[in-house]
């Protein structure tokens, strides 16, 4: 994937309460400080241009009061989680997991001098933590204009227990440095730009940071790329591997024919298992003994769901309605000798996109014409987000 553009790993950065919450933006003053301290050493020290030198639209004028360097630095930090998310252009086109997950990386922040924190969100008998649905919901909704209907959609929700589970252990986050470019604002927004290096990698994006005002206090409302780009033009080898990485399962089960679609639980349960079976099936069975019973074979529903999860939004219920599960033995049943597809029977007509969407062009062999949006959050982990 390299020949065609690196893929950049959005940053997904989040409005912590910083020093006080839902402080109204008018309180929020300027303070460019050139103190060399640890939680400020990752900020520029110098002031940015002004907006006003560098954009021509007249309703965008230069803020005369923007958050200050420490403040946002702490932000930042507090939220660093979701840097491995995906740009977005409002809250809601977070992931509701990424939410819960993030909080569980706050609180580890919170009480970083206090490792018996953890044991109130401990049930005896069961595994992982358990984060009361009220605490964690009245935290989330104080930086993010969001509902708590929306975060209950959440698998991770109990609604008997009113918890949301998490498991008790987390990778460590990686290393990150944020550099402020510019500030500016309108009526009831602010924006950040700024740089994210990663040091490990060597990595830097562009990013902008917006907050908005919401009756009277601040929410995070986006994070975005400042650097699109358009392809056009694909050599024959790198179709084919475009083909071979991204399209050719979402055509051979027939995903590409259930257009047009934004919402995975929109798609037919039986095409989205059938593309668990067509990419996956054969690797799962090499692995494993197989059993055959009735000319089938059965895959445990964790395996399936978890796998097309990977690759779309969608809800275990939705695709428990497909006639190959068998809710008797908690599994899916493919035919056995399972059925394979092979060949191309459709091209690539053309690619645009930015650094984390893309959206394929595609023809069929018989001139119909589809397209197919992929969402990356890193180079191997990507979304297939609609189609039309």
């Known amino acids: 994937m390299k020949k065609i553009f690196s893929i950049i790993l959005a940053a997904l950065i989040c409005l912590s309460s910083c020093t006080e919450k839902n402080r109204n933006l008018s309180e929020i003053q300027i303070e460019y400080s050139h103190k060399n301290t640890e939680e400020s050493q990752h900020i520029s020290e110098y002031p940015p241009q002004s907006y006003k030198e560098n954009n021509s639209d007249e309703n965008l004028q230069s803020s005369e009061k923007f958050i200050n360097e420490e403040d946002i630095t702490k932000c930042f ?102 550099k402020i470019t510019n500030t500016y604002k309108d009526a009831d927004k602010t924006f950040i730009d700024y740089t994210l290096t990663y040091p490990l990698s060597g990595k830097i994006y562009n990013m902008t940071l917006t907050l908005k005002s ?65 990419k996956r099936l054969e690797e799962y069975l090499n692995g494993i003994a197989v059993k055959i019973k009735n000319g089938k074979v059965s895959v445990p529903e964790k395996e399936v769901e978890s796998y097309i999860i990977n690759f779309f939004d969608v809800n275990t219920t939705h695709l428990r309605t497909s006639a190959l599960y068998n809710c008797e033995t908690y599994s899916y049943e493919f035919e056995f000798p399972y059925k394979t597809a092979t060949g191309q029977g459709v091209d690539i007509i053309q690619l645009e996109g930015d650094d984390n969407i893309w959206e394929f062009t595609l023809s069929d062999m018989e001139n119909k014409i589809f397209k197919v949006k992929i969402e990356f959050f890193s180079s191997n982990d990507f979304l297939y987000t609609d189609g039309k």
């Open 77 to 178: 930090e507090d939220l660093d989680y979701l840097l491995s998310s995906s740009q977005w252009h409002n809250p809601e086109e977070i992931k509701v997991d990424s939410y819960i997950i993030w909080y569980n990386y706050r609180l580890k922040r919170l009480h970083k001098n206090d490792e018996n924190y953890i044991d109130k969100y401990k049930v005896n008998g069961k595994e992982g933590l358990f984060f009361p649905a009220g605490e964690l919901e009245k935290e989330i909704k104080n930086f993010f204009d969001i509902s708590s209907d929306y975060l209950r959609k959440s698998d991770l929700y109990n609604s008997n227990s009113k918890t949301y589970r998490l498991p008790d252990e987390f990778e460590p986050l990686d290393n990150k440095i944020y």
């Open 214 to 278: 919401v009756e009277g206090s601040v929410k995070f409302f986006a994070n975005t790329l400042r650097e699109n780009k358009i392809i056009t033009e694909i050599s024959d080898d790198d179709k084919q591997m475009l083909f071979d990485e991204y399209i050719k399962y979402y055509y051979l089960s027939k995903l590409m024919y259930c257009s047009p679609w934004d919402n995975a639980n929109e798609l037919p349960a039986e095409n989205l298992v059938r593309f668990y079976q067509y």
